[in-house]
């Protein structure tokens, strides 16, 4: 556990974790902030690591380049240069391209345990201050469909997972699955024998329409709200269920409707 002391104003946050030292984050880079000794200094570009030194002389050029600033007093046990180098290989180890402001040196083997110990210790504040140690992945962005006319006339079928249907994408927020829709019976489970939130998420769908289904089978035309919708209640989602819709000679309703 790491017990910490938080001062927080509107450019600068002091963050001290007892005797191992003081974290300083400054947010206003518009004039570089004086320092009175020797600390480790961390350039950070939006939350990811951009630059490390230690001294007291801050790049300026470096400085012009980040978004944020922070100070790092390091405790006498630790050797300051060992631990940049220790920060800057984590960082570049976890496919961050962060620069080193200093000359590369190999750490001594009876420090490395003290100077690894600190190192994670720093990285457990800074992701606790919102700053990443390790590359940040993008999230692939979601496609985006788009109802049309033409497409509110073609039938679509579904027949995955035990389950069978025919749908109409009739409005932009209506899609009529057509009676006579064989419903998947097997409720799926967790890992633990639980029943997960889609399978719950089925079961009420299921009950709502229950006047509609008679032995896993629709009686009669049931509106739903979207393409999702339509595969929770068939057959209690897990896939993608836009590839799954295709019409009469296999193509899919994503082909159809995906805004390119």
């Given at each position: 556990?790491?017990?910490?002391?938080?001062?927080?104003?509107?450019?600068?946050?002091?963050?001290?974790?007892?005797?191992?030292?003081?974290m300083?984050?400054?947010?206003?880079?518009?004039?570089?902030?004086?320092?009175?000794?020797?600390?480790?200094?961390?350039?950070?570009?939006?939350?990811?690591?951009?630059?490390?030194?230690?001294?007291?002389?801050?790049d300026?050029?470096?400085?012009?380049?980040?978004?944020?600033?922070?100070?790092?007093?390091?405790?006498?046990d630790?050797?300051?240069k060992?631990?940049?180098q220790?920060?800057?290989e984590?960082?570049n180890?976890?496919?961050l391209?962060?620069?080193?402001?200093?000359?590369?040196?190999?750490?001594a083997?009876?420090?490395f345990?003290?100077?690894?110990?600190?190192?994670?210790?720093?990285?457990?504040?800074?992701?606790?201050?919102?700053?990443?140690?390790?590359?940040?992945?993008?999230?692939p962005?979601?496609?985006?469909?788009?109802?049309?006319?033409?497409v509110?006339?073609?039938?679509?079928?579904?027949?995955?997972?035990?389950?069978?249907?025919?749908?109409?994408?009739?409005k932009?927020?209506?899609?009529?699955?057509k009676a006579?829709?064989?419903?998947?019976?097997?409720?799926?489970?967790?890992?633990d024998?639980?029943?997960g939130?889609?399978a719950?998420f089925?079961?009420?769908?299921?009950?709502?329409h229950?006047?509609?289904?008679?032995?896993?089978?629709t009686?009669?035309?049931?509106?739903?709200?979207?393409v999702?919708?339509?595969?929770?209640?068939?057959?209690?989602?897990?896939?993608?269920?836009w590839?799954?819709?295709?019409?009469?000679?296999?193509?899919?309703i994503?082909e159809?409707?995906?805004?390119?």
């Amino acid at each position: 556990m790491i017990k910490l002391m938080v001062e927080i104003d509107q450019e600068v946050t002091k963050i001290r974790f007892g005797e191992q030292g003081t974290m300083v984050v400054y947010r206003d880079l518009k004039k570089a902030p004086v320092l009175r000794q020797d600390e480790l200094l961390l350039y950070f570009k939006g939350r990811e690591a951009y630059a490390i030194d230690y001294g007291q002389k801050i790049d300026s050029k470096v400085l012009k380049e980040s978004e944020s600033l922070i100070t790092v007093s390091v405790p006498w046990d630790i050797e300051p240069k060992e631990l940049a180098q220790q920060m800057v290989e984590a960082w570049n180890g976890n496919s961050l391209k962060t620069m080193g402001l200093f000359e590369a040196q190999k750490i001594a083997a009876n420090h490395f345990p003290v100077v690894a110990s600190y190192q994670k210790e720093l990285f457990e504040i800074l992701t606790t201050f919102g700053y990443e140690n390790k590359k940040i992945k993008k999230a692939p962005a979601k496609a985006q469909h788009r109802w049309n006319k033409k497409v509110s006339e073609i039938p679509f079928y579904i027949d995955y997972n035990d389950s069978k249907g025919e749908v109409l994408w009739q409005k932009r927020n209506e899609m009529v699955l057509k009676a006579g829709a064989k419903l998947k019976q097997e409720v799926p489970l967790n890992k633990d024998g639980s029943v997960g939130f889609s399978a719950r998420f089925t079961e009420k769908l299921r009950a709502d329409h229950a006047d509609k289904i008679s032995d896993f089978t629709t009686t009669e035309d049931i509106v739903l709200k979207s393409v999702n919708e339509v595969g929770i209640f068939l057959y209690y989602a897990g896939t993608n269920g836009w590839l799954v819709l295709k019409d009469k000679d296999g193509k899919t309703i994503d082909e159809y409707t995906v805004v390119k």
